[in-house]
């Protein structure tokens, strides 16, 4: 079993940065991949961002993609998510998720565990 907790989310204006975190616990943490998912007000959940287990591997959203950095430190069990050149589209809360199948696309269904989410919020 493995247990997320993020950290990071905060209010920025539009063309700011924010970085997210998330730490995983669990003796196998470092065998699942992480992602990032979110759900901004009105919209469905989405995937943003992900990296597989041991960090090989990165697949972002089309939306992201050259904003956003995913990287993990395995020593630290921890997941990051550099956002760059925010924009107020990006407002959202941020999920840290793991699961173990890779893919080329991102599929929530995918992800086992997940964290309780940490609120963005990008002014213009």
């Known amino acids: 079993q493995v247990q997320l907790v993020e950290s990071g989310g905060g209010s920025v204006q539009a063309g700011g940065s924010l970085r997210l975190s998330c730490a995983a616990s669990?003796?196998?943490?470092?065998?699942?991949?992480l992602g990032w998912f979110r759900q901004g007000p009105g919209k469905e959940r989405e995937g943003v961002a992900a990296i597989s287990s041991p960090g090989g591997n990165t697949l972002y959203a089309g939306s992201v993609k050259g904003r956003f950095t995913i990287s993990r430190d395995n020593a630290k069990k921890t997941v990051y998510l550099q956002m760059d050149s925010l924009r107020p589209e990006d407002t959202a809360m941020y999920y840290c998720t793991s699961g173990r199948v890779w893919r080329t696309y991102l599929d929530a269904s995918d992800y086992t565990y997940w964290g309780q989410g940490t609120q963005v919020t990008v002014s213009s």
């Open positions: 669990g003796s196998d943490a470092n065998t699942y991949m």
